[in-house]
């Protein structure tokens, strides 16, 4: 098994790529090491990765399609996990193309690829936000999501598409990984618990969107690589006799399948700021503040497929991978 990681240098990337290194898998890593959030952090992740010799690392774009090819030639890859996007609900808003390059060139280059230099299996993450719009919860795989509320949800949702064309075409198996609110050491910088962190440690005043009213499916970052990890091995096969009309749409007559990733638990916005609170021991000063444009108001993923399929649920509880967050990040910042 030789597995790619694309975002290698990512949140998601890096632990997963530890993971399997763990387990003394050979992975090759690739990620651009853009600038949308601190490079810095992406390269202190990306200096652990390079302690186990069983990792390569490649600085290449997805929009390179020539580099991507020759990885894919040269290292005899067996399994994809796509993970490099451009990520982020509201940058979407500002920079649409940022998406557009890496999330549909990027993925198609992508596709491109397993289809030159055939693969056992094709794993992409997807996300909570194609559920866009849609009010009936837990969100499940089955109901339809062709109602999008932002551009890097639409990209999300064509690159399931894109995969199920391939799946269809060229018999490649793939999974498309919906994965909700991940949080966690090394997490993404842009995102509200990391944010909040920082600007309470600080003394800021944070930023409490529709007034705190929101809910989150929030999910561990340890339960996520889990659960990727577990279906690197289930790989999807077609059903001959499908039909739209009793069949799960999550699967197909193609090798092709989606499944939710999340902790099926959805918490409040102030029970979330509550347990950074008391991680951090300290109260936040609360602006509050209307619906930003592109959000949704609540997630909540239905997980019985992937309860099913491989026996595993997310299930740490949001104090508890709080603590461990707020406890890396002080030792990470020298705070
Ligand atoms: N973190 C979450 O809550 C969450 C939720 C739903 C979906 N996702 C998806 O999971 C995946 C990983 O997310 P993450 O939180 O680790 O984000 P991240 O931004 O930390 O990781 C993505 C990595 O991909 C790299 N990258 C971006 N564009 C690239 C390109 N064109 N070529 C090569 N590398 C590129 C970035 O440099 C980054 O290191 C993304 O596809 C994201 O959309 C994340």
Redesign the pocket.
């Known amino acids: 098994m030789k597995i790619l990681i694309?975002?290698?240098?990512?949140?998601?990337?890096?632990h997963l790529s530890q993971l399997l290194l763990d387990k003394s898998y050979q992975v090759v890593g690739?990620?651009?090491?853009?600038n949308?959030?601190d490079?810095r952090l992406?390269e202190s992740r990306l200096e652990i990765l390079g302690r186990y010799s069983n990792f390569n690392f490649r600085k290449?774009?997805?929009?390179?399609k020539k580099s991507l090819d020759e990885i894919f030639s040269k290292y005899n890859i067996t399994h994809v996990i796509?993970?490099?996007?451009?990520?982020?609900v509201r940058y979407s808003i500002e920079n649409p193309y940022?998406y557009v390059?890496?999330?549909l060139v990027?993925f198609m280059n992508i596709l491109e690829a397993c289809r030159n230099y055939p693969v056992k299996h094709l794993l992409?993450?997807?996300?909570?936000?194609v559920y866009g719009g849609n009010k009936v919860a837990p969100f499940s795989t089955n109901h339809n999501v062709d109602h999008p509320v932002s551009l890097?949800a639409a990209t999300?949702k064509s690159n399931e598409l894109m995969a199920h064309t391939y799946s269809h075409l060229y018999n490649i198996p793939t999974t498309g990984?919906?994965?909700?609110?991940?949080?966690g050491p090394y997490?993404?910088p842009?995102?509200a618990y990391f944010l909040f962190t920082k600007d309470i440690l600080c003394g800021k005043p944070i930023k409490v969107f529709n007034h705190g009213k929101m809910e989150r499916d929030f999910?561990y970052i340890d339960d996520i690589v889990e659960g990727v990890f577990k279906l690197i091995d289930k790989i999807p096969v077609s059903n001959k006799q499908w039909d739209e009309s009793k069949d799960d749409l999550s699967t197909s007559f193609a090798p092709y399948k989606v499944y939710n990733i999340g902790n099926n638990n959805p918490v409040s916005l102030m029970r979330f700021i509550k347990a950074l609170e008391s991680a951090i021991g300290k109260e936040a000063e609360k602006v509050y503040m209307d619906m930003q444009l592109g959000d949704v108001i609540r997630t909540y993923a239905d997980v019985s497929d992937l309860e099913r399929d491989i026996g595993f649920k997310p299930s740490t509880s949001i104090e508890e991978g709080i603590e461990k967050f707020v406890f890396w990040y002080k030792r990470y910042y020298q705070i």
């Open positions: 694309t975002g290698a240098a990512g949140f998601i990337g890096f690739i990620d651009n090491l853009n949308y959030y490079p992406k290449v774009d997805l929009k390179d796509n993970l490099a996007a451009q990520a982020g940022a390059d890496s999330n990027g992409y993450a997807s996300s909570s936000s890097y999300k990984l919906r994965f909700f609110t991940v949080y997490g993404r842009d995102m999910t």
